[in-house]
């Protein structure tokens, strides 16, 4: 009989399916751009914060000469008599009180009185200040007035004359006491005392007695 046929080869296993390949990874998007940084906030004035300097204040008046005040009388001021005029004369015009006038003559310089009609007094009515309901005033200078007119009596005036400088101010200072004397120099000290002289050699002692001989016994 004829040899038996070798057995076919069993067939190969096909290969296994490769794996799917990943799908691809969209990009990242672009990051967003970042919003502006805050504006820091505006200073808030704080309690420490120094305030605006103020505005420069005005120069005060330059002050006035001591002066006091004497009332010489109705009637326009006058040197000695009713008829012997000061060198210069102004009339002020319409002021509503006697201070007004006073502080009127006290600014200008080389017065030396002043004359002033009050609102219920004027009976003229120059620069219409009847009218007005004011007062008048008039000042005077260069010399010193002691007497008014004879006319015009509804005027009253004042002679201002100058005081006398008041004497510097003491100092309360006390005055300063005198510098203390020198201390005294100490005592000299007194001269070391002279020594001793020695003293004398001591005598030696007189010799002893000799003890004295036994009595005899009585009999």
């Known amino acids: 009989p004829p040899p038996p046929s070798p057995p076919l080869p069993s067939p190969v296993p096909p290969p296994p399916p490769s794996p799917p390949l990943p799908s691809p990874v969209p990009p990242p998007p672009p990051p967003s751009p970042l919003p502006p940084p805050p504006s820091p906030p505006s200073p808030s004035p704080t309690v420490g914060s120094q305030p605006s300097p103020p505005p420069p204040a005005q120069s005060p008046l330059p002050p006035l000469p001591p002066l006091w005040e004497v009332l010489l009388g109705n009637g326009y001021c006058r040197q000695t008599s009713s008829t012997d005029r000061l060198a210069w004369a102004e009339q002020t015009g319409c002021l509503r009180t006697q201070e007004e006038c006073r502080s009127s003559c006290s600014f200008r310089a080389g017065c030396t009185c002043y004359s002033y009609a009050s609102p219920a007094d004027i009976e003229d009515d120059y620069n219409g200040c009847r009218e007005?309901?004011?007062?008048?005033?008039?000042?005077?200078?260069?010399?010193?007035?002691?007497a008014t007119s004879s006319s015009n009596q509804y005027y009253q005036s004042w002679a201002l004359?100058?005081?006398?400088?008041?004497?510097?101010?003491?100092?309360?200072?006390?005055?300063?006491?005198p510098p203390p004397p020198p201390p005294s120099p100490p005592p000299p000290s007194p001269p070391p005392s002279p020594p001793s002289p020695p003293l004398p050699p001591s005598l030696p002692s007189p010799p002893a007695t000799p003890p004295l001989p036994p009595s005899p016994p009585s009999s």
């Open 132 to 146: 007005q309901g004011l007062g008048r005033c008039n000042i005077y200078g260069d010399e010193q007035a002691f």
């Open 161 to 177: 004359r100058f005081a006398p400088s008041p004497p510097p101010p003491t100092s309360t200072l006390p005055s300063p006491s």
